[in-house]
């Protein structure tokens, strides 16, 4: 039997994205989403809320970072989503994380974080408060690598959201091969 829940956008895997830009005094900020996804084969679209830090950061510099939360960093990830940058100033230092200038666009990466989108903004529409972002260059630490140096979800282990049960989830058991499985069914 099937149970109504309602109107919920209940859908699976929902990423959790930790966006990373400079306060206009230059120390990095960071906020954490998880309304956000891929818009295009080079563009992401995530929900930022106006009232955010990050945004009018964006803004200013017109560029942002997207990382992969991972389940080793799961506490200070949770802080940086809990944690106002308009309330905290000095939260990225708070939460022990590391800049790294990034050499593509003007936005940190997050050093202990493995894999990072480095984006330019390409719009963002003030009444439904999404963001669109240019991937300007994708960068990976070599743990998240297989041997072959092809990005591992397995050795990435991304954290996804749970919005019913507000929970963390770590993706990483493979089910199957896409373009290939369901060509058995004849």
Same mark, same amino acid.
């Given at each position: ?74 506490? +200070?990830?949770?802080? #940086?989503? $809990?944690?106002?940058?308009?309330? %905290?100033?000095?939260?990225? *230092?708070?939460? @022990? ?49 297989? +041997?072959?140096?092809? #990005?591992? $979800?397995?050795?990435?282990?991304? %954290?996804?959201?749970?919005? *019913?049960?507000? @929970? ?19």
């Amino acid at each position: 039997m099937r149970k109504d829940l309602g109107v919920k956008a209940f859908l699976y895997p929902q990423p959790t994205l930790v966006i990373a830009t400079y306060n206009e005094d230059g120390t990095p900020n960071a906020m954490v989403a998880a309304w956000g996804s891929v818009s295009d084969t080079n563009q992401v679209a995530i929900y930022v809320a106006a009232s955010h830090k990050t945004m009018p950061n964006i803004k200013a510099r017109k560029a942002f970072t997207v990382s992969m939360a991972t389940a080793k960093h799961i506490k +200070a990830i949770d802080y #940086l989503g $809990v944690t106002s940058g308009n309330k %905290v100033p000095d939260k990225f *230092a708070k939460s @022990g994380f590391t800049a790294i200038k990034s050499a593509h666009v003007d936005a940190p990466l997050i050093a202990e974080l493995p894999l990072t989108l480095e984006c330019k903004m390409v719009s963002y529409d003030e009444e439904s408060e999404l963001l669109i972002g240019e991937v300007v260059n994708v960068t990976a630490d070599e743990s998240a690598l297989d +041997a072959s140096g092809k #990005l591992s $979800v397995e050795k990435l282990e991304p %954290v996804c959201y749970d919005s *019913a049960g507000h @929970g963390y989830y770590v993706m990483e058991r493979r089910v199957g091969n896409a373009f290939s499985d369901g060509k058995e069914i004849k």
